[in-house]
């Protein structure tokens, strides 16, 4: 009788406090909805030739002078979504995955997964099976992340802890990075394997509607996918023996997160080449304002993901350089010093915890 009346008071107490959250997390919500909007319209705004609000807005419309609607539409508009979409998968899929493995280190880009993405886009290219305008492109790339983010699940097992993890990672990585090498080493045509280091840095430059249709179908059905395990996140921070006492089939979930991540993923490098870091800070910086349930972290980290990359094309186009620097480059020159300084501090905390 006291256990099943401490059961539910505590089940009570989770209760009000969810409830109690709910208005903080609409607002952090419309606060993250707000800035990407804000983001999209300096992103159609700012370049080489500067636009104001009002005239963004005509040419979006249909207005405007034929040079700014063709800047606008043909050349940012583009631009501007990939930006939000693949930003917003690759941070809902480092929610994902660091719900799935209860590990806040877990990331796309630590399971090798973009640079597995690569490879299996690269590889077509470079074969001639498709170009890079091919929907065979995303396929291949969508495999490729399909195999890496398994064999990674596999090799480390069910409960791998950190080091583990990160090792396995790393190989995998290494791995997928030697065989993109070797594939443009054995290029035929110098000009494509030039054309494919370029892509393999990550860029949103030079993208059009073509681009846009190419990733979006893929990208929109891995985010439906997460989404979906929104309340299996939730219970799987439990323990998977409990999750399962409680009616979740924890190797269907594991099956289907490897799946939205390859099918996200898989779609964005294939347009936007290796952008890494997005998935791993988004929901760091959102977790201390939503809390720490990981199924009301996924909306936040997509949010968050989709500014963190809306902010970084808009930086590549301001600093100032003869050359047009990658964002792909810009976002690893910001990530992995927060990468370390995360590592620091879980070090820390583990060795509290052991002292």
Do not use: C
């Not at 409960?159 to 035929?188: K, R």
């Amino acid at each position: 009788m006291k256990l099943s009346d401490a059961a539910r008071t505590a089940g009570a107490t989770r209760a009000a406090g969810a409830v109690a959250a709910r208005p903080a997390g609409t607002t952090v919500l419309v606060l993250l909805g707000s800035l990407v909007a804000l983001l999209i319209l300096l992103s159609l705004g700012l370049g080489s030739v500067r636009l104001s609000p009002d005239a963004v807005a005509a040419a979006l419309f249909g207005g405007g002078t034929e040079e700014t609607r063709i800047i606008v539409q043909e050349i940012r508009l583009p631009r501007a979504i990939l930006g939000a979409a693949v930003g917003a998968v690759l941070g809902l899929a480092g929610a994902a995955l660091q719900g799935l493995l209860r590990n806040p280190l877990a990331a796309p880009e630590l399971f090798g997964a973009p640079q597995a993405a690569a490879f299996g886009a690269v590889l077509v290219i470079a074969t001639g099976l498709a170009d890079v305008l091919s929907f065979a492109l995303p396929l291949a790339a969508i495999v490729a992340a399909f195999l890496s983010v398994f064999a990674l699940l596999v090799v480390a097992g069910r409960n791998a802890g950190l080091l583990i993890l990160i090792l396995a990672g790393m190989a995998l990585s290494a791995l997928a990075g030697a065989g993109t090498a070797l594939t443009m080493n054995l290029a035929s045509n110098p000009f494509a394997a030039l054309e494919i280091s370029f892509w393999l840095l990550g860029s949103l430059e030079d993208r059009s509607m073509r681009h846009v249709a190419l990733a979006l179908p893929f990208v929109l059905l891995g985010g439906a996918i997460l989404l979906s395990q929104r309340h299996a996140f939730r219970v799987l921070s439990l323990g998977e023996e409990t999750a399962s006492s409680l009616g979740v089939d924890v190797a269907r979930l594991r099956l289907l997160v490897i799946l939205g991540v390859a099918l996200g993923v898989g779609g964005s490098v294939a347009v936007s080449g290796t952008i890494g870091f997005i998935g791993l800070v988004g929901p760091h910086l959102v977790r201390p304002l939503v809390g720490y349930d990981p199924g009301r972290l996924l909306v936040p980290s997509a949010l968050a993901g989709a500014a963190l990359l809306l902010a970084a094309d808009i930086a590549v186009r301001l600093l100032p350089s003869t050359n047009s620097v990658r964002v792909g480059v810009l976002t690893a020159l910001i990530g992995v010093p927060f990468f370390l300084y995360l590592i620091v501090r879980e070090r820390r905390s583990l060795g509290g915890g052991v002292s």
